[in-house]
C-alpha cells in the first residue's frame, strides 16, 4: 500500500519510522503547512505544499492525518475525507460523535473511507475496553493513564506568566491500580486515580510562589488533582525531559456463576507516545486501503475493523501462526 | 438472539450462566449425548436428546457446541454447521487449520456461519497476540500460562496405575515474566518458561516413588518441565482443589524510531476458565447471528470479527461511551 502524511510533526515523523518497519508499505510524500524547504524527513522522501495536495491524487493509497484535535482536525479531515482515504487520531473523546458525523458524510460523498480516533486511547484502550465489557458482561472498568507525559497539560503550564517551559506527568496512585487488580470493585475520585507532577523552568527573576500557586489551582487541569510542582534548570529540563513517554492500563473486574472473580487487563508502557500511535495508524491504514478496495466506504472506527485486516499476513497465515 | 447449548459439561453450564448475563439472549434448549432425565440445568430450560437435533432446527439462532476437542469437536462442528450456525471452542492449535476448511465446507454448503476455536487461548490471547504483532512489527511475543489448572495435564496424570484421582497447576516462571516485561528479550526454554505442580491422590498401598517417577518422565506433558509431586488425601482434593482457576499473559516488546522501547501486555485471572470461555463463546455467538443475517456465510474466527459485533450496544453508542 501507498501511505502519504499530512502534518509532519512528533506523530508525522513518527509514521515515517513506522512505514519503514512494515515492508507492505511505502511512503509517497509528506504535506506540511510549513515551507517545505524547512521540513526535512529522516529518509529520502519528497516534501509537498499542503495546498497542493490534490494535485497529487492517485499518487497514494491512504493519507494519514497528523494533526492536533483542538483546531486541526475538526477540519482537515472531512476536508480531506473527500478526496483521499484517510485515518486520523482525534482524540476529543466528547466530540467523537459528531467529528463522526461529519467525516462520515464527507468520505460517503466522495466514495473514500476515513478512520478516526485511531491511536491507543482512543484506539486500543477503547478496544481493550468494548472486549472486556462484551465477555464479562456483569463488571466494572477502570483506565488509568500514565505515567506519562500529557503534552496539553504541559502546554496549559506554559501559558502561565513567568513560565519558560514546562512538562507534565501523569501518574496512577499505586494503592488505586492494586485495589482495582485485587477485584475490589473501588469507587475511585478524580484525586485518588492519578496524581499529576510538574517540572517548570521559571524566567529570571519570577514569583515562582505565585507560579506554583496558578498551577495547582488551575480548574480541569489539576485543581482536582494533587499535584507537585518542582523547579529545575532548562540544562535539567533537556537532560531528562524531552522524551514523550506514556501508558497505562484498561482493567475490568467481574463475576460469573456462582461468584467466580475474573480480572482482565491491557497495559501498555511505552518509551514514545507519538512513535507507538503511528504503528497504529499504520495498521489502521493497511485496514483502510482493503475496505476501500472491497465497496466499503464513509467513516469507521478501530470497533468496525476485523482484526485479520490490521495485519499483513493473509487469514490462512494468521489462523496457521497466531490464532 | 437465540441461543442452543450443544454437550452440558462444565463449559455448557458456563454458557447457561452466561446467556443470564446477557439481556439481549435467551437459551431456547441444552442438547446432549446422556438421558435427558438425568441433565439438570441451573435453569428452567428444555432438555433434549442431542440426536434428536434437526427437529428442533429454526428453534434458535446460533448453536454453541461444547465439546472436547480431542474426539468431539473434529465430528460435531462440521456436522452440525450443515444445518445451523455454531459456535465452538476447538483448540487444538497444530490441527486449526484442517479444522477450519472442513467446518468452512459444511458451513459453506448450508448457507451457515460458524465461528471456531473461541475462548482465551486461542481466542483472546489470539488476539492479542495479532493486534500487538501489526502495530509493533519489530518485536517479539511471549505468552505465558498459569497459574491455572491444565485438564489434559490432570487427565495424563490420573491415567497412570495407582492414581485415584489428580490435579495439575501450570505456573509461569517469575523470573522469566519479570525479564520479559522488562524488555530483555530473553531466550526461554521450556523449562524456563512454566514450571508444573501435581497434587495427587494415590490408592491405598500404592508405589508413591513409582508414579511419581512415571509423572515426572512423561513425555511431553512433564518431562521438559520443572515438577514438584505433593501426594494429598482424597479429602483435601475435594476442599482445595475444586476449582478449575487459570490465567495468564500474553507480552510483546519491541522498538520504533531510533531505538524507543514499548511493552504491550495482555493478561487474564480466572477464577473459573470454563465460565469465563462461556462468556466469550455468547459474545461470539452475537457476531455469528449479525453476520449470518448479513449474508456472510462459511467459517470464521474471532480474527474475522469486527468488535463492534460482540457487543449489544449500537455502533454509535460504542464511539459515544467506549472509544
Known sequence: MKLAIYGYGNLGKGVEYAVLQNPDATLTGIFTRRDPATVHPAGNIPVYPAKEILKHAGEFDVLIICGGSATDLPEMTPLLAQSFNVVDSFDTHANIPLHF????LAATGGGHTALISGGWDPGMFSLARLYASAILPEGQDYTFWGRGVSQGHSDAIRRIDGVLDARQYTVPVPAAVEAVRAGKNPTL???EKHTRECYVVAA???DKARIEREIKEMPNYFAD???TVTFISAEEM???HMGLPH???VIRTGKTG???RHVIEYSLKLDSNPEFTAGILVALARAVDRMNKRGRTGCLTIFDIAPADLSPLSPAELRKKML
Open 247 to 249: 501508558g497505562g492500563s
Open 101 to 104: 458525523d461529519r467525516v462520515n
Open 204 to 206: 529570571p527573576g519570577a
Open 258 to 260: 456462582n461468584g467466580n
Open 189 to 191: 475520585s478524580t484525586r
Open 225 to 227: 488533582y494533587d499535584t
Open 238 to 240: 533537556k537532560q531528562n
